[in-house]
């Protein structure tokens, strides 16, 4: 039981980083929005993460998650690291897209799950003492729950797409 509240927080914790940047997106509109790639392009021709990346998305993750985390139960530090490592994840998500000639905020079922909830759970692995099979789980949970919620926040009219 112990560990299924676990996961529901850490869930929880996953969803407020994945969220964030959305949130403010739509609070702010186009302001402070700079691409976290600065708008380089790789031989390609291809940008190397594209414009839906902004340093604002990374800092409104890791603010909001290191605000959550004491409400969950976690130590600020867990949650500033969560919120910056959920958002290397995506950051490697864009990365590989791009390589796969996805667009920016193209739908890649599983890229664009995994590293941004599994490689948070492997940086708070030894600081919660997190089982691998409760992360298999966590991640597992993420990667089905996500694209219900992304459709229910595009109806709520928080989201520009349903994905």
Request: glycine fraction near 10%; charge should be positive.
């Amino acid at each position: 039981m112990d560990d299924l509240w676990l996961g529901i927080r850490l869930l929880l914790l996953l969803g407020v980083a994945n969220s964030a940047p959305i949130a403010t997106k739509r609070l702010l509109g186009p302001r402070w929005s700079w691409p976290l790639d600065g708008g380089l392009r790789l031989p390609d021709g291809r940008p190397l993460l594209g414009s839906s990346k902004t340093v604002r998305g990374v800092v409104a993750a890791v603010a909001a998650c290191t605000l959550c985390a004491p409400v969950l139960g976690f130590p600020i530090a867990a949650g500033a690291l969560t919120g910056a490592v959920a958002m290397a994840g995506d950051a490697l998500s864009s990365f590989v897209k791009r390589r796969l000639a996805i667009e920016p905020s193209g739908k890649a079922f599983g890229i664009d799950q995994i590293p941004e909830s599994l490689l948070p759970l492997l940086a708070l692995q030894s600081m919660l003492n997190l089982p691998l099979l409760l992360i298999a789980a966590i991640t597992a949970a993420f990667v089905l729950l996500e694209i219900p919620v992304a459709r229910l926040s595009y109806r709520l009219g928080l989201r520009d797409r349903p994905y």
